[in-house]
Structure formats: C-alpha cells, structure tokens
C-alpha cells in the first residue's frame, strides 16, 4: 500500500515538472516573447502559436530603450532646428550614413514615443528632416540631398533632449560620389561664415526689482514689504554697475510702481539686454526657514521650487510649470539656459563668499524653475531670492541698510565675474 502511493506521488511531481507532453516547463518572460518573435516564427510545442494580432508592442519599453516621447521643429532665416525630447540620454552614431539620396543619422537603442509617432503621421514635421524607425531598435534622421548646406547634432540633459541644427542651400547641391570619399564622415561643404554682427562697446544689463505698486509680493511679520526691498537692492546694484566700465544698466522700474510680467521681459528684449537679474525676496509658512537660493529656467525639480515660481508669476500651482518643456525648442533657449546656469552659478558663490563672514548664512543653491521673468526673456536670466521675509531674524536684516547693501555688492561681485570668464554673443 505504502509503495503504492509513493509511485502516484511521483507520478504526479513528473506530470508537473515535465507536462503531459514530456517537454520541460520553462519560466517566459516578456523580454523572451520579444526576443522569439523578433527572430523565427516557430513557438515550443508546448505553447499555442501566437496570432499575428498578439499585443506584443503594448508591452512596456524594454530594458536600454531610449523613447522620443516628442518632437518638435522652429525655424529662423538661415537655421532650422529639430528637437527630440527623451525619456533617457542618447547619442547617435558618430558615422552618419552619407548615400546619394542624403545623410542619415542613425540614433541606436531608441524608439518612437506614440506621441511623436501622432505627429509624423499628421504631418507635423518641418522639412527638411524626415524621420523613420526602421527596426525594433534604432530611428533614423534623414537629409534629403540638396536640403541643406550643413548640419549638426547636440544633446542635452535636464530634461534629455537631441537638438539638430541645419542650415539650408543658399543653392541647390549635388552630393558628391561616394567613391570619391571613401571614409568621410560628414561630407558636407564648409558652411559660409556669418555676417560680421554690429560692433557693441558696451553690455547691457537690465535689472527687475520684482513686484511694485499694488503688488507688494510677500510681507513679513513686522510688515516689511518685498517691493520695498527689492527696489533698494535693486537701485544700490544699478549704481554699483553703472560704475563698471563698458556697462549700461537699466531697470524695469526705478519707484513704487507695478509692471506687469510681460512688460518686464518684453523691455529687456526690446533693449538687445546681454543679462537679466530679478530680484526678489522669498517666504516659507515655516518661520524657521532662512537662507538665498538663486533660480535660472528649467523644469521645477521639486515641489517647493514650483511653489516658489507659481508666487512670483502670481499663476494657480497647478499651472505654473504646464508647457515649460516646449520652449526649448526655441532657437535661443539651449544657449541661454547654458550661460544662464553659469551666472547663477557665478552669482550664488558671491553670495555665499561675501555674507557669509557677516551673517549666519543658509545656502539653497542653485536651482530651476518656469518663473515668468526667466521664462520669456531672451539672454541669459537669473533670479535671485536674497532672504527670507518669512524669517524674523532675516526680515530684521532686510530692514538694515548694511545687508540690502552688501546684498547688492555680492550680486554685482557675481555679474563682474561672469561678465569676465563668459563669451557673451555681441549682439
């Protein structure tokens, strides 16, 4: 009796292990389905042949796929530019394909977002770029000969993004025979130099005292007001500046008076500004907070910092950061986030050096945000949260004339010292 059912305990662990079929029963992960369908038709035995309708791309991206979630085009006289935001960093291969029908550029381990795949189908891609996802595992950037005069590619991180720059024939090309350059990586002509642009002695630098007039931004506990602050900073600096030589500065409002946000950015572009510095102070609804952090423009990296950008705009919370990512397309904006950066940078360690053996300071850093004032101006912009008003401490600070002043001093120190190690564009 016993051996008896010891044989159907066995039998039955081999009927599971092995199957009725005899073939062993193997673990199938997705990555393997992919793998298997990608490569022969035939599926094991023990498993039903999958229809040609199986939702094999409705699994998720696989592991080292780069996605083009979007993509986008702008154009200005003698440059087109194409922009492909991604989910991850990528790098297309450093060997263009060069044939008689055009260049192509391959971007390896990357796939099309359904996104962009809705805009090629519309139609939504400006010439002369045309864009194709040959296989499971690559898109390809196509230049259509006698479309352009030269090109190139950058990449850029926060967010990932692929920026491809053409310039367009003055006249219609012929590409040359692939015979006659054998082993040439970008067989394209030299692109003309530009235009000598007009000769500029000066710099010019607006500064935006933040809030103004009706709006008085935020107030502290013994009343002091952020307009009031910002203005005093705001004309100490403008003096200090205007000292410098080969420097003009100018200001978005020199009283007690309110300018809108649009006004604010479109006199800075209207002036050809080579820098914008706002400044303004910060609060926190806890008293205990205290410190400076300066802001240049970029995504908001934590809810705090879109707290802080959604006061300054005077926009709803759940607004202020929606659409940030398109304008970077603009033909200006990966340039002017570059040298932004810097300045902040440049302008937070000043900070730093010259108050720190004055006062106990508190360093937030650098950080982004879609603040307005940074968002729509064209050079490059930086905004400067000095203190906090909430901060007793900081607001008794705020109210001296020895701290707006040495405030002013650091932030102009800051400015110096970009405006000596930048390659500032002449306008």
Do not use: C
């Not at 025979?177 to 710099?203: D, Y």
């Amino acid at each position: 009796m016993r051996s008896a059912l010891w044989r159907i305990l066995t039998l039955t662990f081999l009927v599971g292990l092995f199957g009725l079929s005899g073939h062993a029963l193997i673990p199938f992960h997705a990555d393997q389905a992919f793998a298997a369908t990608s490569t022969t038709n035939q599926e094991p035995p023990t498993k039903p042949k999958r229809s040609r309708t199986s939702p094999i791309r409705m699994l998720p991206t696989p592991l080292g796929l780069t996605t083009i979630q979007n993509l986008r085009t702008a154009s200005s006289p003698g440059l087109t530019r194409l922009v492909l935001d991604l989910d991850t960093k990528v790098r297309p291969s450093k060997h263009p394909q060069f044939q008689a029908e055009g260049v192509t550029i391959e971007i390896p381990n990357t796939i099309l977002g359904s996104s962009a795949k809705t805009k090629l189908s519309a139609g939504k891609l400006a010439k002369p770029f045309i864009i194709t996802q040959p296989s499971e595992r690559s898109v390809h950037v196509s230049l259509p000969t006698g479309s352009f005069k030269s090109y190139k590619w950058l990449t850029l991180a926060d967010p990932p993004r692929l920026v491809i720059d053409v310039v367009p024939p003055s006249e219609p090309l012929t590409a040359p025979p692939i015979e006659s350059t054998p082993g040439l990586r970008l067989p394209l002509p030299t692109p003309p130099q530009p235009a000598q642009p007009r000769t500029k002695s000066f710099k010019t630098i607006v500064i935006d005292p933040g809030h103004g007039g009706k709006d008085s931004g935020a107030r502290g506990q013994r009343g002091t007001e952020e307009k009031d602050i910002t203005l005093k900073v705001a004309l100490k600096l403008r003096e200090l500046l205007s000292q410098q030589r080969g420097v003009r500065v100018l200001m978005t409002r020199e009283r007690d008076e309110f300018v809108e946000l649009e006004d604010r950015t479109k006199f800075a572009n209207g002036q050809e500004a080579d820098l914008f510095v706002s400044i303004h102070v910060n609060s926190h609804p806890q008293r205990s907070v205290k410190g400076i952090e300066v802001y240049h423009f970029g995504e908001a990296k934590d809810q705090r910092a879109l707290e802080v950008a959604a006061r300054e705009n005077g926009t709803p919370l759940n607004s202020t950061g929606v659409g940030w990512e398109y304008l970077v397309a603009d033909l200006l904006t990966a340039k002017k986030i570059e040298e932004s950066l810097e300045l902040a940078w440049t302008a937070k360690e000043a900070m730093v050096t010259n108050l720190n053996d004055h006062y106990p300071l508190v360093d937030h850093g650098v950080k982004t945000a879609p603040f307005y004032v940074l968002r729509f101006t064209s050079m490059p912009s930086i905004l400067a949260e000095i203190a906090y008003i909430s901060n007793s401490d900081e607001e008794d600070l705020l109210r001296t004339n020895r701290f707006t002043t040495r405030v002013a001093e650091a932030l102009m120190e800051g400015v110096k010292s970009f405006l000596a190690s930048s390659k500032l564009a002449t306008r």
